[in-house]
């Protein structure tokens, strides 16, 4: 099993900054594809930013500029800074994976999900 811990969220002014982690743990042989979705109230969950193994990241339209996707292989951890935060990126994001165990089969992980609420 592979447990995916995400931390980072809170409460932000509009403007503000917050920075998202995702740490993956457990049977683990490689670490593929990770990202980040959100899902606001009432609203459908949507792809926000994902990065390759490589390091190569992809962006939803309505974050580009403003947020930055990363990774650190080593420590299984990928993150997410998003500047100038709007109210509208207020939801709850939640991190995955693409992950290879050691011992059984390829498949995706999700986070538990963390509360971004931006409001003055």
């Known amino acids: 099993q592979v447990q995916l811990v995400e931390s980072g969220g809170g409460l932000v002014q509009p403007g503000g900054s917050l920075r998202l982690s995702c740490a993956a743990s457990?049977?683990?042989?490689?670490?593929?594809?990770m990202g980040w979705y959100r899902q606001a109230p009432g609203k459908e969950r949507e792809l926000v930013a994902a990065?390759?193994?490589?390091?190569?990241?992809n962006y939803a339209d309505s974050v580009k500029g403003r947020f930055t996707i990363s990774r650190d292989n080593a420590k299984n951890t990928v993150y997410l800074q998003m500047n100038s935060l709007k109210p509208e990126d207020t939801a709850v994001y939640y991190c995955?994976?693409?992950?290879?165990?050691?011992?059984?089969?390829?498949?995706?992980?999700w986070g538990q999900g963390t509360q971004v609420t931006v409001s003055s």
């Open positions: 990065i390759t193994s490589g390091g190569i990241p």
């Open positions: 995955y994976s693409d992950v290879t165990p050691n011992w059984g089969v390829r498949r995706y992980y």
């Open positions: 457990g049977d683990i042989f490689s670490m593929n594809a």
